[in-house]
């Protein structure tokens, strides 16, 4: 068991694409964690969409159909990776299906309060597929936090064509569509990042190389933020901060903590009792009707029994059971991690975590989205030292 | 803890340092890089965990949080 480096190929990824049929388009979508890269594929493929893993690596996979302009796209949801250096298996699976060529064009989800970070994979996508379009989301919380982006520098500046979305309002989306038909017609032409004169030394290690290009490209990221984003320190951005020092504190962040999981869980289970005693009347109330209905049917004894001390007895059991606290707790949850507030849920209890072999992420790992993706060998204590081999970031905002 | 050299752990909350170096190697080392610590990054410490590790930094617009056990082998001015 393990990777073995042909456990990865171009076969991978091709077997990955569902029926792909002429004049079919394949998008790549590409973009940093967290960007909302999920919300516009979802948007923008519905209920067409098929989710699996890359072959042999523990990294899920979407893929989804759109139509628009009469063309249908094929889009491939790449890992979210903040860049495509290769040390990750995300970084690894964007970078081979990137560079295998299978991708007609890209996009890069990039996140408008956070530019000059999301740049740096920009850059490096554009480097390995000429045919990229940006598409700025989050143009509403980038609003609300007071930014101005300058779209038309920006787009010449990088060379590439910049779509300003708001998937969550579904805004920009089929703009975005049409301009990856724009360039599939005339191919945008990216501008390079400036190296320095040292980078073409070649008595350099490629570990040097790739890191003088790392801080060539962040060097150019930075300067393309600075000249095109206009930022102004809003209320929101001080109360995002207030309220973050309050949850994080020594003296209030465990409490708070505490406090809030045992105000979810109560909820769930104090709620659940109400909808939880209902159904379990009504299921009382419809048995008889099946008894009779299989009386009426001369169904023998065994049957019955089966069907109904057995089948429809255990049924509604976990039914009237189960359901209702599931109901409850999830959605609860959701509000938690929709709302920005587990990742200092992991930043307080790293520490404790660490002690024990993990890391402070894995106490979210009640909810996986593909964007981020726990590796399973980082769960298995006392074994690779991998475990915490990464920072986490704290999202800056509150939704 | 005496490193050899002023590390970021020694950064006080509020305080803002400038990237020297990074005594570190392998996928950390390029994640790091690739999150824009490069030399001559300006950091700036927001505050610790209640634990006191991890600590959260604003690294070029971003809050990134580090443990202890990287953030001692990054050299800063």
Redesign the interface.
């Known amino acids: 068991m393990g990777l073995t480096s042909d456990s990865v190929g171009l076969h991978a990824c091709k077997a990955m694409l569902p029926d792909r049929r002429p004049g079919d388009l394949v998008v790549a979508l590409l973009g940093n964690p967290n960007t909302g890269k999920s919300t516009v594929f979802n948007a923008l493929t519905g209920k067409n969409q098929h989710t699996g893993n890359w072959a042999g690596k523990t990294v899920t996979s979407a893929c989804g159909i759109a139509m628009h302009g009469g063309r249908r796209f094929i889009l491939v949801d790449l890992p979210g990776t903040y860049s495509l250096s290769a040390k990750s298996p995300e970084e690894e699976v964007a970078r081979d299906f990137l560079a295998s060529g299978q991708a007609d064009c890209t996009i890069v989800v990039a996140d408008a309060t956070c530019l000059e970070r999301n740049l740096n994979l920009v850059l490096q996508a554009a480097q390995l597929c000429p045919r990229t379009a940006v598409c700025l989301n989050l143009m509403d919380e980038a609003r609300r936090r007071g930014f101005r982006i300058d779209f038309s520098k920006l787009q010449q500046m990088l060379g590439l064509p910049v779509v300003p979305c708001a998937a969550r309002e579904g805004a920009g989306l089929s703009e975005l569509l049409s301009t990856v038909l724009t360039i599939l017609q005339h191919p945008p032409q990216p501008v390079p990042v400036p190296l320095p004169a040292s980078a073409h030394d070649p008595s350099l290690s490629p570990q040097r190389r790739a890191e003088i290009q790392t801080a060539a490209t962040i060097l150019r990221a930075e300067e393309i933020a600075c000249t095109v984003v206009r930022t102004k320190e809003t209320v929101a951005t001080n109360r995002d901060r207030k309220i973050d020092r309050l949850l994080t504190s020594r003296a209030a962040g465990i409490p708070v903590m505490l406090a809030l999981l045992a105000g979810v869980l109560f909820l769930t289970i104090l709620g659940a009792n109400y909808p939880s005693a209902a159904l379990s009347r009504l299921f009382s109330a419809l048995t008889p009707f099946f008894s009779s209905g299989l009386a009426a049917l001369h169904a023998p004894v065994w049957l019955h029994s089966l069907l109904l001390d057995g089948v429809w007895e255990v049924l509604s059991t976990v039914v009237s059971v189960m359901l209702p606290p599931m109901a409850i707790f999830f959605p609860l949850f959701t509000l938690l991690e929709d709302a920005g507030y587990l990742p200092r849920v992991a930043f307080n209890l790293d520490h404790a975590f660490c002690r024990v072999h993990a890391c402070g992420k894995q106490a979210l790992t009640m909810r996986k989205r593909p964007d981020r993706v726990q590796n399973p060998s980082h769960c298995h204590a006392g074994k690779s030292p991998r475990k915490t081999d990464r920072p986490f970031r704290i999202e800056s905002s509150w939704r | 803890m005496n490193t050899g050299f002023p590390s970021l752990a020694e950064l006080a909350p509020g305080c803002i340092a400038e990237v020297r170096q990074l005594h570190l190697s392998?996928?950390?080392r390029?994640?790091?890089?690739?999150?824009?610590l490069?030399?001559g990054?300006r950091i700036q410490c927001?505050?610790?965990?209640?634990?006191?590790?991890?600590t959260?930094y604003l690294i070029?617009?971003?809050?990134?949080?580090?443990?202890g056990?990287?953030s001692r082998r990054i050299e800063v001015i």
């Open positions: 392998g996928a950390i390029q994640r790091l890089l690739d999150l824009g490069i030399e990054t927001i505050h610790r965990s209640p634990a006191g590790d991890p959260a070029r617009g971003a809050v990134i949080a580090l443990r056990s990287d």
